[in-house]
């Protein structure tokens, strides 16, 4: 490990936290819990501290990033604190016109189309200490105050980012992302090889600053056939988590409608599968041959739904994921701006009397 | 069979077209092949005829929805018309409050949330010979077009339906419904058969008035777990095509990230399943126990491609499906609406010199 000293897998503060160990084939006597996109908008407190503050700025203000980070850990008890960025965060930094238009979602101010927008995409530079410095100091405030409790690197998985690329905008089938790629496989692998540096680096510097494991969303991997996320993806996630293999974290690797990913999305260096909300537990560990930590998969759907059966449901889910060999509860997706938090407070609250 | 002594299937015009021999298991010298949503904006004539009509209002108009359904026929000589129309025509002719905004889709009057909501909704009479007239003149009149070409029906799955009900507009993750499903079941039922009877309704006048076979889309399906879609959305798209099951005319079921849900999909009640760009035919094929014609999939992706990257993967389609019992080809999604025509009928010329 080339981590620093006072970082809180050496030194041991987050070590033995059951995130670590669930992530590392452990069971700890009870499921750790966290939930994907808890440092947002179901928050009253994430409301106001943004207010007035644009989606990416908000990324880049050190406290405030940090203070986002905090919040869902404090209020909920959960297991880990994620990071608060964006999938484009990277892409801002390097200098890429990459703004967040509210209600839409990342918008580019020049799609990337062609082999020469690929080349003069992949002029900015890579990312320095200097261009990394917001991400450090944020990551490095959040882990002062956060204890033992882990806290969780993220970052975008290069075809997710080049999905935003080449449309320019959120969109539903990828469609222009997944033409390029295979009517220009060689502007393709080079657009893929450059982000799979940009957010390797990212995550590099999460964990160097104190974050104790990563996860990487390819949020629109499951728009791909298995043999296009194969061969046109899976090179360039591995690179990406190539940045950081030498520090000895645990990977985590999610995205949604990836049933018939899973195997794959493991293959390109993850430790843990993270699993959405349509395959159940026990028939995801079956498909990974039951050698992989599983993370996930409450029904987001069911957060809005009476108690008993929201209830009902999380037991089945920890239920399902007694035989895998580690095992994070999460959502399935990330947690709905509309969500309740006293009801994530509750779910916490459960999952923490059930046994692993 | 209750069909109409005049009826295409019954006179002999479609009888033995290549797209019902394989939708019969049956294997034609070439594939036939349409595509899925080849009437619309991929072509300029549609652009030109829907010129300063809505959506909806060119889905009522009989001689406009019949020039559209056989323009595709006209330009690309494909081996059958899709009836054109829209998954919430039918709540239209009930009286429900829909429109298509430009750009968004269909967006309701006021959402369905509750169990009031749903029964001021099914207070909706069921749909009449009158209120259904647009729909059987405009299918009159196509088929005494086509000749030996076969019409399909065009119907939504309740499913979808009732997603877009709920929601209120079109969704990614269709929370809002799925929500419900597991909130209120009973409510959830009530909304899902209502959608059912209408959606069967829609379907049954299409085939009683000339079309040769349907296609039922639940263009959402993909969105739900097999557990939730066996138990909550089964039971109501059995229902919606047993509103033809006495007709005898084959029933293709399609949607997309379906991959978990082919089998299911099959056992509603369908001949044929429609497969996305995801799961090779093959595949597939393996997964449906080798004894369910198919429908698909060429990835609209490649459309855009150079045309020895379509080529080839358009051989590879056909390939993959030579061991189903019966294939038509289509794509493994609706036309992107950026698409050259000129494109598609090279595909139609192309897969019409291929052996089936």
Known sequence: MTLPADHPLLDGRTTHSAVVRA?????PDTPPVWFMRQAGRSLPEYRA???????????????????????????????AGIFFSDIVVP????????????????????????AADVDR????????????????RAVGLTVAQ????????????????????????????????????????????????????????????????????VQLFD?????LSRTDYVTHCAPSSARA??????????????????EHLLTALRDVGADVVGVDYRTPLDEANRLLGGRTPLQGNIDPALLAAPWPVLEAHVRDVVRRGAD??????????????????????RVVELVHTLGS
Chains 1, 2 share one sequence.
Not at 122 to 136: F, M, V, Y
Not at 324 to 345: E, M
Request: a negative charge; one cysteine or more; hydrophobic letters at 45%.
């Open 23 to 27: 992530f590392s084939a452990d069971r």
């Open 49 to 79: 501290a943004r207010e007035g503050v644009g989606m990416l700025e908000s990324c880049l203000l050190p406290e405030l990033a940090s203070e986002i980070t905090l919040q869902p850990v404090r209020r909920h008890r959960v297991d």
């Open 91 to 114: 892409l801002r930094l390097a200098g890429v016109d990459v703004d967040i238009a509210p209600g839409v979602g990342p918008v580019l101010g020049a799609p990337v189309r062609t």
């Open 121 to 136: 995409l992949a002029a900015s530079g890579p990312l320095t200490a200097e261009t990394l410095a917001p991400i450090t």
């Open 146 to 213: 956060l204890g033992s409790t882990p806290l969780l690197g993220f970052a975008g998985a290069p075809f997710t980012l080049a999905a935003y690329l080449v449309e320019g905008r959120p969109s539903r089938d990828h469609l222009a992302a997944r033409t390029l790629m295979h009517a220009d496989p060689g502007a393709w692998r080079a657009l893929t090889e450059w982000a799979a540096d940009l957010t390797g680096s990212f995550l590099r510097a999460q964990v160097l600053a104190g974050a104790s494991a």
């Open 219 to 223: 949020s629109w991997a499951g728009s």
């Open 241 to 258: 988590l190539s940045h950081v293999a030498d520090l000895g974290v645990k990977v985590v690797h999610f995205g949604t409608g990836t």
């Open 324 to 345: 895998a060999p580690g095992h994070v509860v999460n959502l399935g997706h990330g947690v709905p701006p509309t969500t309740d938090p006293d009801v994530l407070t």
